[in-house]
């Protein structure tokens, strides 16, 4: 239910259920946490991107779902250790997202470190709309990302809301032409991995420092790393030649 490739240093990971428009089930879910925690340990992948097969990124759990289940286990045991994966991953994370995102897809697209999304995209908060509150991490990213009156006025109306609107929000890292998403999601990721990987991973790293002193004081280790890479010292050789 998942397709795994690894290219030029981008470890692509496609969700693979396109006739039910990516559902997440219980498979697709737990194979999906298997392959963040092996593209976090393969060092031929720099860069992880999420994205889907068909005409949707996903449409959110699969509802399929016995609805008698218990669904805080099911939270816990199944989604929980994959937004885990992806919240704790030091490579970079990129959700290319097209067609339709709704429900627990769209929480596991804002987990994302940036999101290149598609122009004819639709954004669905959809869980209210079957009487549920927004799961997988979803108001957590939502609340880094947005203002919180218009994000709970978003979710409590269930509405579906296009990219533009979605890119206001500030959901949105870069918005494409659909012609030229695929093109552009690609080289995009290519682009990023081809760069130094202690200095990309050290700006995600700092990015998340709890306090401005936690900051400073993990940007000494950083930037001392950084400083003894090849990269670096190429780059430093270069300027001064010139
Ligand atoms: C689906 C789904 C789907 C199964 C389309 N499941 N088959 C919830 C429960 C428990 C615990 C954990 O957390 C959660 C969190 C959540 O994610 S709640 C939100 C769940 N998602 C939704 O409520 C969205 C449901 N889907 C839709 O509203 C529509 O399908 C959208 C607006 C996404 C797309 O509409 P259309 O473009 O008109 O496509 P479609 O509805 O015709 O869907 C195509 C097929 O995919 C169809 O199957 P079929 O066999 O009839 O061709 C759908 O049944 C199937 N499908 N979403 N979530």
Redesign the pocket.
Known sequence: TIQLTTHNGVGWLKLNRP???N??NETLLREMKTAIDEFEQDDAVRVIVLVGEG??FS???????ESD?D?GE??EDV?HPLVRALFSSRKPIIAGIHG?V????L?LALAADVRIVAKST?F?S??I??G?VA??GGPYHLRRLMRDDLALDWLWSGS?IDSEAAHTFGLVTELVEDAMYTERLTSYAETLAAKSPVAVQGMKALMRAASFEEGLSEEIEWQRKCGDTDVHRQAMQAFLMK
């Open positions: 006739k039910k428009l559902a997440l005409r949707a449409s959110g759990q699969d509802l399929t779902i289940a669904y099911y939270l989604y339709v709704a429900g627990a897809g929480s639709k669905s959809a869980f709309k079957i549920l799961d997988a579906t």
